[in-house]
């Protein structure tokens, strides 16, 4: 068989976590040939969660599954780490101004940072889910200065996941009909969602549904699908969620399929005007290992406001993280 990977997960005891983990150890993310050592995170509240899972864990008998260890010391965690998806983070509580959610983050996935930064194996690869994900992935990526940049990336992959399985039943095709589509900027509800390009059935998607609703109800949709899905469940997505990391971490090890793209938040290289070292969504392929943003889009007039407005929220959370010291 092949080298065993270290996977790190925080948040191992939230429900993200436990949709996550039991796909990462039965060979989901690199195969059926792959040995897994698992390796959680959790604040001391949540060892306990996380101790239960890994017992979960236990009971599957998966063959691939060689370790699982929890701490809540990420400098432990980290340790030797191939793969982390960094999941836990502080939420919103009532009264919380937009700074303290902020400097609360910057508390978390600065240390963190720092821990992959002394710790992690050279082909670290790092995909931050929790919220704010873009700003935290930052955050994360400047406290870890030895690690190549483009290592760490932001989860948009769910509200791409979002985007292609509600234009396919628009257009009522199968979602393998469907490709092309970018969300582009943060995971934030001024996220855009873009069919400019996208095909649906080997034709335009514009030509297929209304171009009104392609640019309004849609985006909409897309953008609120996680309130959607509380509204309706009780609480936030969690198994899409873990099943979008999946997919995200499996492209950029595996590769994406040939002539197809995704959406992924990753540092700007300039491409599209999107100002450098910003974390924001693009369209890209995975090639040879790594992510490649795809060019030569048109951009038309509808598209550059909305993929300004979002990447003005970004600067916006860039600046203020700069002013409180943390990145
Ligand atoms: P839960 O509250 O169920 O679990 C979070 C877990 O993280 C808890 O067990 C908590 O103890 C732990 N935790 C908190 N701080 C930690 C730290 N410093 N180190 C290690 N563990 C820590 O939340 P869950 O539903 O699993 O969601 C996790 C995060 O994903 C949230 O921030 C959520 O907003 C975010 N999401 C992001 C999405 C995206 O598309 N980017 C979509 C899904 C999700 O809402």
């Known amino acids: 068989s092949a080298q065993a990977v270290t996977i790190a997960l925080s948040g191992a005891g939230g429900q993200i976590g436990y949709a996550a983990l039991f796909r990462l150890a039965s060979g989901d993310l690199l195969g059926p040939k792959t040995p897994i050592h698992l390796r959680l995170l959790e604040i001391p509240q949540g060892v306990s969660a996380a101790e239960g899972t890994a017992l979960e864990l236990t009971d599957c008998a998966f063959p691939l599954l060689q370790s699982v260890t929890i701490d809540t010391d990420p400098n432990v965690v980290f340790e030797g780490a191939n793969i982390a998806f960094l999941v836990g983070a502080r939420p919103r509580t009532a009264g919380m101004e937009r700074s303290d959610l902020l400097s609360a983050n910057g508390g978390i996935f600065g240390p963190q940072g720092r821990a992959l930064n002394d710790h992690a194996a050279d082909d670290i690869r790092v995909i931050v889910v929790g919220n704010p994900a873009n700003t935290n992935a930052l955050i994360a990526q400047r406290n870890a200065p030895d690690v190549p940049a483009e290592r760490f990336t932001a989860l948009t992959r769910l509200d791409h996941n ?166």
Do not use: C
């Open 162 to 327: 979002r985007a292609v399985g509600i234009l396919a039943a628009e257009a009522d095709v199968p979602v393998d009909s469907v490709s092309g589509i970018t969300i582009w900027g943060n995971h934030s509800i001024t996220q855009y969602p873009d069919l400019s390009h996208a095909i649906v059935a080997g034709s335009p998607a514009l030509d297929m549904v209304d171009p009104r609703w392609a640019r309004g109800a849609y985006i909409e949709r897309v953008a609120k699908r996680g309130g959607e899905i509380i509204e309706a469940r009780g609480s936030s997505s969690a198994a899409s969620a873990a099943n979008a990391a999946i997919d995200h971490m499996r492209d950029w090890v595996t590769g994406t399929r040939p002539h197809e793209w995704t959406s992924v938040a990753l540092p700007s290289d300039g491409s599209y005007g999107v100002p450098n070292g910003l974390i924001s969504s693009f369209p890209a392929r995975s090639v040879n290992g790594q992510w490649e943003i795809v060019q030569g889009l048109t951009i038309d007039q509808f598209s550059r406001e909305r993929i300004d407005a979002s990447v003005t929220e970004l600067l916006d959370e860039r600046e203020a993280v700069n002013a409180l010291g943390l990145i």
